[in-house]
């Protein structure tokens, strides 16, 4: 009792929380072997609810804690993030949920190969479900153009950083217990990389002959998918000169991404005026 009253007296160091999730990373079990990707998706789910018109949402409250936004239809499956990051909670207790989820997506993208992300703490926890925002503000992946435009523009995001944020799409997988969708996008779906781009590109993109959702698989081997909302990045002119430009330079690709997940992650919260911007080191392998 009372070294957790030393500990939750003492100012938090962001690099241990940091190096804390970094080490929970691993789990040779689960998916591809790590847990990064699923954690990048919890930070992005529980930012990308953001309306700039109302300026409700966003990942500030950690709503998704809460009946009903918890069980919406867009959030399946991310309790496996939630639960995995309870430890951590534990450990260092002044952290608020908001920030903890949103360091995650952080330290994901860092440890899984990606950009370093600068960072500010400072969000605060909702204490109830009064604040959870309605469904449907999350993107539907059997869309395309319009209603990708529809729902990044109403976070404030416009064709460029819609692009350079889907790069994210080079993690993780579909589960058909979750989305109903099945299959990685790349090939090597716990590397962050501008692979997503140049397989969009690349490959021959085919309805799946399935009974579930439609969506794409690659002729050459049928193992990789494409969402319909994925596909209307090639369909669309704008979208597609983006592809292209960071199928290219991946460099590029990287500080685009950061400094649009840096914007996803602020999205409508309130930070204490002098925040300080904090950027991480990788924790040692
Ligand atoms: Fe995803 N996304 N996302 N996504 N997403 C899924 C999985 C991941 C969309 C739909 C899906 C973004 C945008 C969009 C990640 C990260 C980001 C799944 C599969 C679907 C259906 C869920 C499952 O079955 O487990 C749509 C329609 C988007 C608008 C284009 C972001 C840009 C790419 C904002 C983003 O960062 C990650 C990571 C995963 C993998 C999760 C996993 O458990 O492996």
């Known amino acids: 009792m009372r070294a957790d009253a030393a500990r939750a007296a003492k100012p938090l160091n962001y690099q241990e929380v940091y190096n804390a999730i970094a080490e929970a990373l691993d789990n040779s079990d689960y998916d591809d072997g790590s847990y990064g990707p699923v954690l990048v998706r919890l930070a992005w789910h529980a930012a990308g609810t953001y309306d700039k018109n109302t300026g409700t949402g966003g990942s500030n409250g950690a709503t998704m804690r809460f009946n009903p936004e918890s069980a919406h239809g867009a959030n399946a499956g991310l309790s496996v993030a939630r639960d995995l990051l309870e430890p951590i909670k534990k450990r260092f207790p002044q952290i608020s949920y908001s920030d903890l989820w949103s360091l995650a997506g952080v330290v994901a993208i860092q440890e899984m190969g990606g950009p370093t992300i600068p960072w500010r703490p400072g969000r605060k926890d909702a204490d ?85 959702p439609k969506q794409a698989v690659d002729k050459a081997t049928g193992s ?47 930070f204490p005026e002098n925040a300080p911007t904090l950027t991480f080191n990788r924790a040692a392998a």
């Open 128 to 212: 109830t479900s009064a604040a959870c925002t309605p469904d449907g503000r999350l993107p539907d992946a059997s869309q395309a153009h319009d209603h990708l435009r529809n729902i990044f523009y109403r976070m404030g995001f416009n064709d460029q950083e819609i692009v350079a944020l889907a790069g994210a799409h080079a993690l993780g997988r579909c589960h058909t217990d979750r989305s109903g969708y099945e299959g990685p996008w790349t090939f090597s779906p716990t590397t962050f990389s501008n692979s997503y781009f140049k397989l969009l590109l690349s490959e021959r993109w085919v309805d799946k002959k399935w009974s579930g």
């Open 224 to 270: 990789l998918m494409m969402l319909p909302a994925d596909l209307a990045l090639i369909n669309d002119r704008v979208f597609k000169k983006h592809v292209a430009e960071y199928a290219k330079d991946e460099n590029k690709f990287f500080a685009d991404f950061a400094a649009a997940f840096k914007k996803l992650e602020e999205l409508g919260v309130p």
